[in-house]
């Protein structure tokens, strides 16, 4: 996740405070420092730093944590609030009706968040349209049109047209039955006249009710003076934040969105259409402080469950809950879990596994889990109808006869029939509670780890 370093960083300093009832000056001063340090290798502008730790160490030092709050969350508390307070609110993005224009360097990833963009309001019930005014770069057009087709919205482009002010005028009218339009203009390696010019003359032309900054995540320190130019040019209503799922610092972003006086709208997540997120500073911050996202984690598993059903018409994830538990359902359930993304990045959102727990484990211990998963898949694929249905019937002659079908070997298939035992155990323990006891499990959940903006809106210290 972006500031992934930092965070870890962030989470290692406030360990230091474990076990301490009270803060001295030097504890304050030893956290600040490492705050600072780590901000500034993550790229964040280092006047937006100093003010930032000023203010953590002032309020440090001067407030009285509440009564049974240890120093370490009493700092915790006061990090996550001023984190929050640096981002700002997310960008102002309506369910309506509306034009949005797309700028950036070339490379920031424009072209795949207008599609993302497009698909995440068709999911909203918004019909959807881009119009591709890249008349620049080569092959703008064949990759925005094949993202379109995979996000499942309108597209409109000219690729025999040179003048990009014309395909815009076209394109809205084209359109026209689309309630949002996502305009996407060029971009070049660097912030030229040329690039500039044209953005202005597309911008007078569609009157955007948003112009969006597409910004990869990578960007450095370079942010503030692109940001600048383009918010002096057509005026930055937000940022987009691209490739997030790298290993990208994620700083200078952040420092654009405070030069632009603007607010993050959106983070894109991954490759695919559907890998793109509404920007939340609250769920943002506690996922990076380690403390979850029950908000983004339970819109993520809706997602899933519905597309893994709308495939499978006979499969109902709420059966699972009323009978028996079958691989079948499991390997409906690891369908699911991939369509969620990557594994690390679900680890995040759930309180007390991302963060400090993610930080113990080896660099890829996330890449063999996700191997595990696929050979899983693999096996199942070489079982019959019947053992799918019922694994118990599989005995050592059948695990020899699946794994040369599935060319694993038989130690492999003894673990899928292991795991699919444990996940039925728990499966039967959420069989037996009621709403009570799923209320409390939940409440326990965000006490432990925090809700990051999770159940009602609300942070993880409870607003």
Not at 87 to 92: F, Q
Not at 193 to 203: K, N, S, V
Not at 349 to 371: C, S, Y
């Amino acid at each position: 996740m972006v500031l992934d370093n930092l965070g870890s960083s962030l989470r290692g300093s406030l360990d230091k405070l474990q076990g301490k009832s009270r803060l001295d000056e030097d504890d304050v001063e030893e956290i600040v420092r490492e705050i600072q340090r780590s901000l500034l290798s993550a790229d964040v502008d280092v006047n937006l730093v100093m003010d930032l730790s000023s203010s953590i160490k002032e309020r440090a030092l001067n407030e009285e944590p509440p009564g049974g709050t240890s120093a370490r969350d009493h700092v915790l508390k006061i990090v996550y609030e001023e984190l929050v307070g640096l981002i700002g609110e997310s960008t102002d993005i309506p369910l309506e009706p509306q034009t949005i224009l797309l700028a950036g360097l070339q490379g920031s990833g424009k072209t795949t968040t207008a599609a993302k963009m497009a698909w995440w309001f068709s999911t909203k019930g918004l019909r959807a349209a881009v119009i591709q005014t890249d008349t620049f770069r080569p092959g703008a057009y064949d990759q925005a049109k094949q993202m379109c087709e995979r996000a499942e919205v309108e597209f409109y482009g000219d690729p025999d047209e040179e003048d990009p002010v014309k395909i815009a005028r076209d394109g809205l009218e084209a359109t026209e039955d689309a309630d949002i339009h996502i305009v996407d203009t060029a971009g070049r390696h660097a912030l030229e006249d040329a690039l500039i010019d044209e953005i202005e003359d597309i911008d007078s032309a569609v009157n955007p009710d948003r112009s969006l900054l597409v910004l990869d995540a990578a960007i450095g320190q370079g942010a503030k003076d692109q940001a600048r130019q383009f918010d002096d040019s057509i005026g930055i209503d937000g940022v987009a934040i691209t490739k997030l799922d790298g290993t990208a610092k994620g700083g200078g972003a952040l420092t654009a969105v405070n030069e632009t006086d603007s607010s993050i709208g959106f983070l894109g997540t991954g490759e695919t259409v559907q890998d793109i997120e509404r920007f939340e500073p609250n769920g943002f911050i506690s996922r990076l402080l380690g403390m979850g996202d029950l908000k983004q984690l339970s819109e993520r598993v809706e997602r899933a469950m519905a597309e893994t059903q709308e495939e499978e018409d006979d499969w109902d994830p709420e059966d699972i809950m009323k009978g028996s538990f079958t691989l079948k359902d499991m390997q409906k359930q690891m369908e699911a879990m991939n369509r969620m993304g990557p594994l690390d990045q679900v680890l995040d959102m759930i309180p007390g596994l991302g963060g400090g727990f993610k930080d113990q484990l080896p660099d890829d211990a996330m890449d063999v889990t996700q191997d595990r998963m696929r050979s899983f898949d693999v096996i199942m694929d070489s079982m019959t109808e019947a053992e799918l249905e019922n694994p118990r019937t599989i005995g050592a002659s059948r695990v020899r006869r699946i794994a040369r079908g599935s060319g694993k070997d038989e130690e492999t298939v003894q673990e899928l029939l292991e795991q699919h035992k444990m996940m039925e155990r728990t499966i039967k323990q959420f069989q037996g509670m009621g709403d009570g006891d799923m209320q409390r499990m939940m409440k326990k959940l965000q006490n432990q780890g925090g809700g990051g903006g999770g159940l009602g809106g609300m942070g993880p210290f409870g607003d």
